[in-house]
């Protein structure tokens, strides 16, 4: 029993400090709150700085996925499939031609799509972010491309040499590389950034308000914890007031404030950046790649009639891509409504019962000229497609020549025209979104610039600050 007592005693003996020490945090012990208002605002300053830099580091990978990575692959893209394309028209319209200046023409623009392609497949391959999904079409479409450019010569050379079925058939070869390889991975170049784009820009989407929210709130909490102390230590001691803290408190009020701000207002950028500009660029070059693809159909269909259906079906999907209308409206309908919008100035407008490209540009408009450009565009494909349903009814009449003329012509009446009309007007708006994207992104990463290296330096000021306004009193008890 005695010793029982001794172990009883002692270990009360031993619980005594700890739980004094606990306690001392809830009574009038000026010594033990003062190390808690170092500790506490020290701590909280670290938080707040690696909470900061987190932000920032989120934000800057959006940023480089929207702005340098995907986007510019989403647009190589696009123009790998538009070279293909031209590629692709060049050759038949070369095949079909029995004029030596127009076979220049075409030989000419068989040549400028193969750049285009070419250059772009090196952008592409130069960029690679997302692993097998954007490497392997890259490397489908490289092999693709030498396979067609020597069924093309083959083509050439047969008809040359006045084997015009038999280069007709070796051209069937060709475009079954286009439209088996080539375009497919194209597109799936194209898909797996846009995947990537819309993905990580709506987590981002989600993402900012909350991080942003948090860096406000710890922020309050270390304004509220440096304030804390400082009017403790001013009713506690006879000096009323505490410059460190004071100068802390000061400091703390103005990042905070100005790290919040930066933060909105890059996410802002960025929001209109995908919103406003990537939007706008993503529609046009879906109609762009979709005109020289129906354009390259329209050939086909005058150079190879055995397969002229399947390649009117073709055309017609191409179409339905850039604008497609709902029974009871057509393109009159929508000019009209469109040229009457503008009159008003309005910036986004909404054409009853048309759907696609052009419809999606037109309910996004938002910068200077980029209004106009989407009316040109929508009165360009209106006589793109006049011309294409007068080329098929002078075809359908048994009228072949004059169908190849209104294929092949650069006149105001004729195809190729019609064509560098509408792809000079949808340029243009391309042109102006392109400019502002890149604006914006440039605006975007601007805001971010230091504060990173500034969030570090503010904890390590605060740190400082709180130490040096703390300690020389907490040494009066020691």
Same mark, same amino acid.
């Given at each position: 029993?005695?010793?029982?007592?001794?172990?009883?005693?002692?270990?009360?003996?031993?619980?005594?400090?700890?739980?004094?020490?606990?306690?001392?945090?809830?009574?009038?012990?000026?010594?033990?709150?003062?190390?808690?208002?170092?500790?506490?605002?020290?701590?909280?300053?670290?938080?707040?700085?690696?909470?900061?830099?987190?932000?920032?580091?989120?934000?800057?990978?959006?940023?480089?996925?929207?702005?340098?990575?995907?986007?510019?692959?989403?647009?190589?893209?696009?123009?790998?499939?538009?070279?293909?394309?031209?590629?692709?028209?060049?050759?038949?319209?070369?095949?079909?031609?029995?004029?030596?200046?127009?076979?220049?023409?075409?030989?000419?623009?068989?040549?400028?799509?193969?750049?285009?392609?070419?250059?772009?497949?090196?952008?592409?391959?130069?960029?690679?972010?997302?692993?097998?999904?954007?490497?392997?079409?890259?490397?489908?479409?490289?092999?693709?491309?030498?396979?067609?450019?020597?069924?093309?010569?083959? =083509?050439?050379?047969?008809?040359? +040499? !006045?084997?015009?079925?038999?280069?007709?058939?070796?051209? &069937?070869?060709? /475009? %079954?590389?286009?439209?088996?390889?080539?375009?497919?991975?194209?597109?799936?170049?194209?898909?797996?950034?846009?995947?990537?784009?819309?993905?990580?820009y709506a987590n981002e989407k989600a993402r900012s308000a909350l991080i942003c929210g948090l860096v406000l709130l710890l922020g309050i909490f270390l304004i509220c914890g440096l304030t804390t102390a400082h009017i403790y230590m001013s009713g506690k001691f006879r000096r009323r007031v505490n410059l460190p803290l004071?100068?802390?408190?000061?400091?703390?009020?103005?990042?905070?404030?100005?790290?919040?701000?930066?933060?909105?207002?890059?996410?802002?950028?960025?929001?209109?950046?995908?919103?406003?500009?990537?939007?706008?660029?993503? =529609?046009?070059?879906?109609?762009? +790649? !979709?005109?020289?693809?129906?354009?390259?159909?329209?050939? &086909?269909?005058? /150079? %190879?009639?055995?397969?002229?259906?399947?390649?009117?079906?073709?055309?017609?999907?191409?179409?339905?891509?850039?604008?497609?209308?709902?029974?009871?409206?057509?393109?009159?309908?929508?000019?009209?409504?469109?040229?009457?919008?503008?009159?008003?100035?309005?910036?986004?407008?909404?054409?009853?019962?048309?759907?696609?490209?052009?419809?999606?540009?037109?309910?996004?408009?938002?910068?200077?000229?980029?209004?106009?450009?989407?009316?040109?565009?929508?009165?360009?494909?209106?006589?793109?497609?006049?011309?294409?349903?007068?080329?098929?009814?002078?075809?359908?009449?048994?009228?072949?020549?004059?169908?190849?003329?209104?294929?092949?012509?650069?006149?105001?009446?004729?195809?190729?025209?019609?064509?560098?009309?509408?792809?000079?007007?949808?340029? &243009?708006?391309?042109?102006?979104?392109?400019?502002?994207?890149?604006?914006?992104?440039?605006?975007?990463?601007?805001?971010?610039?230091?504060?990173?290296?500034?969030?570090?330096?503010?904890?390590?000021?605060?740190?400082?600050?709180?130490?040096?306004?703390?300690?020389?009193?907490?040494?009066?008890?020691?």
């Amino acid at each position: 029993m005695v010793l029982t007592g001794v172990k009883t005693v002692v270990s009360d003996t031993k619980r005594e400090p700890v739980t004094s020490i606990v306690l001392s945090v809830f009574r009038d012990v000026t010594p033990a709150r003062l190390r808690l208002f170092l500790i506490g605002n020290c701590g909280l300053a670290i938080l707040f700085a690696v909470l900061a830099n987190n932000t920032v580091a989120d934000h800057r990978h959006a940023l480089d996925t929207v702005g340098r990575f995907a986007a510019p692959s989403v647009v190589a893209a696009h123009q790998i499939q538009s070279g293909i394309m031209l590629m692709d028209r060049g050759l038949t319209d070369e095949l079909m031609s029995d004029d030596d200046e127009i076979e220049g023409l075409m030989a000419a623009d068989f040549d400028r799509g193969r750049i285009i392609a070419s250059r772009n497949l090196i952008l592409a391959a130069k960029n690679i972010t997302y692993g097998d999904s954007e490497q392997k079409p890259i490397e489908a479409m490289q092999l693709g491309l030498g396979r067609f450019l020597t069924h093309a010569q083959k =083509a050439r050379d047969l008809d040359s +040499s !006045g084997s015009s079925e038999d280069a007709r058939e070796v051209y &069937r070869t060709a /475009y %079954d590389t286009v439209s088996k390889d080539l375009v497919p991975n194209a597109r799936a170049l194209l898909q797996a950034n846009v995947d990537a784009l819309e993905e990580t820009y709506a987590n981002e989407k989600a993402r900012s308000a909350l991080i942003c929210g948090l860096v406000l709130l710890l922020g309050i909490f270390l304004i509220c914890g440096l304030t804390t102390a400082h009017i403790y230590m001013s009713g506690k001691f006879r000096r009323r007031v505490n410059l460190p803290l004071l100068i802390a408190i000061f400091l703390t009020v103005a990042f905070v404030q100005h790290l919040y701000s930066e933060v909105r207002q890059s996410a802002e950028s960025l929001k209109n950046a995908k919103e406003d500009s990537y939007d706008s660029i993503l =529609a046009i070059m879906t109609a762009r +790649s !979709g005109i020289y693809s129906a354009n390259a159909a329209q050939s &086909r269909f005058m /150079y %190879d009639r055995e397969n002229a259906a399947d390649y009117e079906k073709e055309f017609q999907s191409e179409v339905d891509t850039i604008a497609k209308f709902t029974p009871g409206h057509n393109f009159a309908s929508a000019i009209a409504v469109a040229q009457k919008e503008l009159k008003d100035d309005t910036q986004r407008i909404n054409i009853p019962g048309l759907s696609g490209a052009l419809a999606v540009e037109f309910a996004n408009l938002e910068y200077d000229g980029e209004a106009k450009s989407a009316l040109e565009s929508l009165l360009a494909m209106n006589d793109f497609l006049l011309t294409d349903q007068r080329m098929r009814k002078l075809a359908l009449e048994g009228k072949e020549d004059d169908a190849r003329q209104v294929c092949l012509g650069y006149e105001p009446t004729r195809l190729k025209f019609a064509f560098t009309r509408l792809d000079d007007s949808l340029n &243009r708006g391309l042109k102006i979104n392109q400019e502002h994207f890149e604006q914006l992104i440039v605006d975007a990463n601007s805001d971010l610039a230091g504060l990173a290296s500034l969030s570090q330096l503010f904890a390590l000021v605060i740190v400082v600050l709180v130490y040096t306004g703390v300690t020389p009193r907490l040494r009066e008890y020691l």
